[in-house]
């Protein structure tokens, strides 16, 4: 069985570790697998991707969309012609796939940060976002969320004052950092829902003087947040362990080219050391909860 | 000069044939699908290619179009969003890449600033306009009915519908360049824009509509990309600029004007897809695909110079297509002026 | 009496317009948000600076001959990248030995680059054009070929990242290294006879060479030095930032031309000075500091941007045809006796 695993990015090392745990699950089931890639983050590199995967007919497709439309019709042609199609991390428009593995529910990783956030300034005062590309669906969907949860009343205090786009580059990222410090004097708290926007704000803050007062939370690899957790700017973020997503959209995409399941709710299938799955929502299926990460385990990871 | 430009193309050619008799070798690459997603895949590249082109033989270039196109993508996405028909869209779209043409053209060839930094300021302003126009939005669901153009071939054939309209502005390029007189006035402002002007040459009148025209190609090049993704985004083809100079100078066409084929650029246009594609099915990694377009965009300009090791680049020693045109005395300042950048 | 001469009083005029344009922007931001002129504000104009701005120093030189560099970005990726991997090797590695490294890289790459446009005689903005594509291709097989798709900040030594986000005396470390530059660059532009000869190759390159200049030696010169400060720009990114992967540095090289543009350094050669695109660097990074504290929408950010860029090339323009007239002028004065 021949599998191919197509991140938004590919040397993006948290695709990198997804796409390592796919073609592990893909290795387990004695079939071939592979990671191929736009080394730019753009919806019409993949599609170009999505093509060669046809012409050299593959069993399944695993692909995190850059844009859910743009690719869309190349997806739509790979199952026409027999190809299993599963997406992750980034879904695809409903109709052009027909798994969608969620690194976990995305309004309890919108919802989670909050709650994160709100602990860390107890309870009050002024935060913002700093976000990766401003097209990025997964990250809007989250700050949707997010933004839902801070209208219940026990945020009453708390205002979210901006949300800055870093575009997912570590300069930029690091000016928007400073760009919200400086323009928001008492800003308590910074969530930033990717990996390379944390890294560039926490790197930002444990230089500067507002290391430990202003406290950053979001999504973050341990091994690039290590440092900073230690060093006090960082009290806790989350994540969940990409490596278990890939390995688990592998498995589910081998169940589907297989003919095992067909992507119906309510469906079952194992995932090899993941346990048993079952399809939810519109072919949705949830890997777990986060995982929240501070001093006293984040040296148990390596990732 | 006319057998110096012949030595590149003929490479070209060489290089075109080798890239499909490799890739028929891959599994997959001869299908018909295939070969028509090999050419859908560069549609947009070959029209921003075809409106480079002219520009770069008067010695000027647009690094403004991917932007450009971005821009009226996003135009195009939100006039769709706001209830408009797509036939009302399309002429305002067009006319509206015209106007950015216009804008390169007004500072370029009226206030006389060199292209290279104006094109560079248009590339970062059209590109952030797209964003102020669509934000973070992405808009979908355009009309069925106009879809398969950007997306299908001919029923039966290999050819997409998309490639006949490459081809037919191709050849109207060609036309433009190679036959009219306005063509040859090209080579000869790419000669010497003072001496052109001397000869009675409208300089600065095609100079500006070369902008304007590069500015409405790119526009129809957004036209497809939106309807052939289905996607309007303001960071559509992002760095698409690239690609189609290093097309155009892939294609033998000299940095400093006067120099240049359209048969080289769609050759070369044909062999980069070509190529991309076989890569691709190759599983080549995308960074070995950039060393190789890298390295041909060198071998472009170092190809020659071994060839003719001798000679002084650029300078015309067999008589040339200009020449059948009056020059007012021996213009060596421009001749001098285009040798050897920097060195 | 003898009036300083229109070119003199007009190079300073040049750099003093960058000044005036700084110091409105940073007025305005300073009125709309006090803090943007603490310290901590000050500290971070400078430091966003640096690394472009070192980058934009190296450039200028290869602009005033006329020769452009596009492949910068992609040079510091490298150099970036092989600094994390020295420390990979060995995490107590002394700092002072990965900053030479670095450099290094990055003039060899720069002598790829100035061995091909001055002895083979092709055209720079081809040559690196390519070379952008060909650098960059081989830092990302590097980095998959070698499993490291991302260096963190906790496998380099917290030495080499003081030497990043550090301060001597209230100056960033990375800005104090980006001034030493400048003053040795500017002082060699203008004191040493093969300073002088680059401005000459940029008016007129045959001229240059029939006067005697050894274009070709100078030129190759120019992108060499240019190249190691890319490479050590490349290192100072690793430093200040702390995690590096291989797109460190990916579209650098507009922001950098911009920056030498806006800074006075003529694309046509033959003008302009290294300070001049420091400050061009720093205006352009200030200006972008300064949008969202003065309320520009994130939207607006980069048509602002490019805007900068437009209307400084324009206010140049005017500035040289005014400055050309002046000379005219004064031609005119000194022949009428």
């Given amino acids: ?303 | 000069m006319l057998g110096r430009l012949l030595r590149w193309e003929s490479v070209l050619i060489v290089l075109c044939v080798a890239v499909f008799v490799a890739g028929s070798a891959s599994d997959g690459f001869a299908e018909q699908g295939n070969i028509s997603f090999l050419l859908l895949d560069y549609s947009e590249v070959a029209l921003l290619a075809f409106a480079l082109l002219p520009i770069v033989l008067t010695g000027e270039i647009d690094l403004s179009v991917a932007s450009t196109l971005g821009f009226c993508s996003a135009l195009t996405g939100t006039l769709w969003d706001a209830g408009m028909s797509f036939e009302t869209i399309v002429p305002i779209v067009i006319l509206a890449g015209i106007l950015l043409g216009a804008v390169n053209a007004v500072l370029v060839v009226l206030f006389g600033l060199p292209s290279l930094a104006v094109t560079i300021g248009t590339l970062g302003l059209y590109r952030g306009l797209a964003y102020v126009l669509l934000g973070d939005r992405a808009v979908t669901g355009f009309p069925e009915n106009y879809r398969p153009l950007a997306t299908d071939a001919i029923p039966g054939t290999f050819l997409p519908y998309a490639t006949i309209l490459v081809l037919v502005v191709g050849a109207l390029i060609a036309v433009l360049v190679h036959v009219t007189t306005i063509g040859r006035s090209l080579y000869a402002i790419g000669l010497g824009a003072q001496t052109a002007r001397f000869s009675g040459i409208r300089v600065n009148r095609i100079k500006f509509s070369l902008y304007l025209l590069s500015g409405g190609l790119a526009a129809i090049a957004s036209l497809i990309y939106t309807l052939r993704y289905n996607s309007a985004r303001a960071d559509n083809a992002n760095g698409m600029e690239l690609v189609a100079v290093a097309a155009v100078l892939l294609g033998g066409v000299s940095i400093f004007g006067g120099r240049g084929t359209v048969l080289g650029v769609a050759t070369a246009l044909l062999a980069m897809a070509g190529l991309r594609n076989v890569l691709f099915l190759d599983d080549v990694s995308n960074e070995i695909q950039n060393v190789i377009t890298g390295l041909l965009l060198i071998l472009s300009v170092l190809v020659p110079v071994v060839f003719k090791p001798r000679r002084t680049k650029d300078v015309p020693l067999e008589p040339s297509v200009v020449d059948t045109e009056r020059r007012t005395g021996a213009d060596t300042g421009s001749r001098l002026r285009r040798d050897h950048q920097g060195v | 009496m003898i009036k300083p001469s229109a070119r003199e009083s007009a190079f300073a005029g040049r750099e003093l317009g960058i000044v005036v344009a700084l110091v409105a922007v940073v007025v305005a931001a300073t009125v709309a948000q006090p803090t943007f002129l603490s310290g901590q504000g000050i500290h971070d104009l400078f430091l966003n600076a640096s690394i472009i701005g070192l980058l934009a120093i190296g450039q200028a030189l290869l602009v005033i001959t006329r020769n452009i560099d596009l492949s910068v970005g992609s040079v510091m990726g490298l150099s970036a990248y092989l600094s994390g991997q020295l420390f990979l090797v060995d995490k107590d590695l002394p700092v002072i030995v990965v900053v030479l490294a670095g450099t290094a890289l990055g003039a060899a790459c720069g002598a790829i680059n100035g061995a091909l446009v001055a002895i083979a005689k092709v055209p720079a903005l081809v040559v690196t054009l390519g070379t952008l594509y060909v650098f960059r291709g081989i830092d990302y097989a590097w980095a998959s070929g070698t499993n490291t798709t991302q260096i963190n900040a906790y496998q380099m030594p917290q030495g080499f990242l003081s030497l990043g986000s550090g301060s001597l005396l209230w100056i960033p470390n990375l800005t104090l290294i980006m001034l030493v530059v400048l003053a040795i660059t500017a002082y060699g532009l203008h004191n040493f006879r093969a300073g002088r000869e680059l401005y000459a190759i940029g008016s007129n390159p045959d001229a240059a060479r029939l006067a005697g200049i050894p274009t070709g030696r100078r030129v190759f010169g120019a992108f060499v030095i240019s190249g190691a400060l890319v490479g050590l720009g490349g290192v100072m990114h690793a430093a200040y930032f702390g995690t590096i992967n291989a797109s460190v540095g990916n579209g650098r090289e507009l922001a950098v031309v911009a920056a030498v543009v806006v800074g006075g350094v003529a694309i046509f050669g033959g003008s302009g000075t290294v300070l001049g695109a420091a400050l061009g660097a720093l205006l352009l990074t200030t200006i972008t500091s300064a949008l969202p504290i003065l309320g520009v929408p994130a939207f607006w950010q980069r048509a602002v941007d490019g805007a900068a860029l437009l209307v400084a090339i324009s206010l140049d323009r005017a500035f040289m045809v005014r400055l050309a007239e002046r000379l005219r002028a004064e031609r005119a004065v000194r022949r009428a006796g």
């Fill in chain 1, 1 to 303: 069985m021949k599998i191919a695993f197509l991140p938004k990015e590919i040397d993006n090392p948290y695709e990198v570790l997804v796409d390592k745990g796919g073609v592990n699950a893909v290795t387990e089931l004695k079939g071939t697998g592979k990671e191929v890639g736009p080394s730019d983050a753009s919806a019409s590199s993949q599609v170009s991707y999505i093509n060669t995967l046809i012409q050299q007919k593959q069993d399944a497709i695993v692909i995190a969309a850059n844009d859910p439309n743009a690719v869309a019709p190349a997806l739509k042609d790979a199952m026409s012609k027999g190809i299993a199609v599963v997406t992750y991390d980034s879904d695809a428009a409903p109709d052009a796939r027909q798994i969608f593995v969620n690194q976990a529910n995305s309004e309890e990783i919108g919802r989670s940060e909050v709650k994160m956030m709100a602990e860390q300034i107890g309870g009050s005062g002024k935060i913002a976002i700093l976000s990766a590309t401003p097209n990025a669906t997964n990250q809007n969907t989250w700050i949707d969320f997010m933004k839902d949860e801070l209208k219940k009343p026990e945020y009453k205090n708390i205002e979210l004052v901006k949300v800055a786009y870093g575009d997912d580059d570590d300069q930029k990222s690091f000016q928007e950092a400073q760009g919200l410090l400086q323009s928001i004097p008492d800003l308590k708290g910074i969530i930033s829902p990717t990996t390379v926007g944390i890294s560039a704000a926490a790197r930002y803050l444990s230089s500067s003087p507002y290391k430990g007062q202003v406290k950053l939370t979001g999504l973050g690899t341990p091994n690039q947040m290590r440092e900073f957790v230690k060093d006090g700017t960082v009290t806790e973020f989350a994540l969940w362990d990409p490596v278990n997503l890939g390995y688990l959209a592998g498995y589910a995409a081998a169940a589907l080219a297989s003919g095992q399941i067909s992507g119906e709710k309510g469906e079952k299938f194992t995932a090899g050391k993941l346990g048993e799955y079952t399809i939810g929502d519109k072919g949705e299926i949830i890997l777990g909860p986060p995982t929240k990460f501070n001093k006293d385990n984040i040296d148990d990871y390596d990732f």
